[in-house]
């Protein structure tokens, strides 16, 4: 599994930017796809995952940082092994290199970006006031 971010850009502050995460393989049921930024200085931070599959099997619930939930809509595109990070409402402190990667330790969702594998090369935000 490879995955690629996508998206990202220099925005003004109450800017939107949507992020895409690509899988060159299928993503199974159950696993989470997350998305983390990573700001200069600043360890990797969870942002928001999404549960892959049906809402047979829970698919589709979402998990959010706090700082970001109200702002943020992360959705999947299941059947095209894609994840998207809708941005809204653009702050300085979202300036970061968002990238994406997948967990596949089961039910519930993780925060800590050392659960998560297969990440791709990330894409830079740049929110200016």
């Known amino acids: 599994v490879q995955l690629q971010a996508s998206g990202g850009g220099p925005v003004q502050r109450g800017a939107s930017l949507k992020l895409s995460c690509v899988s060159t393989?299928?993503?199974?049921?159950?696993?989470?796809v997350g998305w983390f930024r990573q700001a200069p200085g600043k360890e990797r931070e969870f942002v928001a995952a999404?549960?892959?599959?049906?809402?047979?099997?829970?698919?589709?619930?979402?998990e959010y940082e706090a700082s970001v939930k109200g702002r943020f809509i992360i959705s999947g595109d299941m059947d095209n092994d894609t994840a998207h990070l809708q941005m809204n409402d653009l702050e300085p402190g979202d300036t970061a290199i968002y990238s994406c990667?997948?967990?596949?330790?089961?039910?519930?969702?993780?925060?800590?970006?050392?659960?998560?594998?297969?990440w791709g090369r990330g894409t830079q935000v740049t929110v200016s006031s």
């Open positions: 990667g997948i967990d596949r330790s089961g039910p519930g969702f993780r925060t800590a970006a050392r659960r998560y594998e297969y």
């Open positions: 393989s299928h993503i199974f049921t159950n696993w989470n």
């Open positions: 999404i549960k892959w599959g049906g809402a047979t099997w829970g698919g589709g619930a979402v």
